[in-house]
């Protein structure tokens, strides 16, 4: 069984910044990506960042310049650096990852989610 626990959210000011943290652990043969999702109030979950195994990132149009994903490959560990936040950022973030158990089965899991809300 693969878990992830997620940490870094809270409440900053706009133009502020924070870092979220999501560690992998259990019965990882190999992860092949990790990712951020974000959920607002009223609103669908929806991609955030992602990165390979490789370094190749994704991001959100909405978070281009803002945000950078990286990965700790050695520690099974996603970080997002989130700078310049804004009020719409507010949302549930939650932490992805797909890749391999060591029963050799291919798994996708979720964080639990950290609340990040930006506001004045």
């Known amino acids: 069984q693969v878990q992830l626990v997620e940490s870094g959210g809270g409440l900053v000011q706009p133009g502020g910044s924070l870092r979220l943290s999501c560690a992998a652990s259990?019965?990882?043969?190999?992860?092949?990506?990790m990712g951020w999702y974000r959920q607002a109030p009223g609103k669908q979950r929806e991609l955030v960042a992602a990165?390979?195994?490789?370094?190749?990132?994704n991001y959100a149009e909405s978070v281009k310049g803002r945000f950078t994903i990286s990965r700790d490959n050695a520690k099974n560990t996603v970080y997002l650096q989130m700078n310049s936040l804004k009020p719409e950022d507010t949302a549930v973030y939650y932490c992805?990852?797909?890749?391999?158990?060591?029963?050799?089965?291919?798994?996708?899991?979720w964080g639990q989610g950290t609340l990040v809300t930006v506001s004045a």
């Open positions: 992805n990852a797909k890749g391999v158990n060591s029963d050799y089965r291919r798994f996708e899991v």
């Open positions: 990165i390979t195994s490789g370094g190749i990132t």
């Open positions: 259990g019965s990882i043969f190999s992860i092949n990506a």
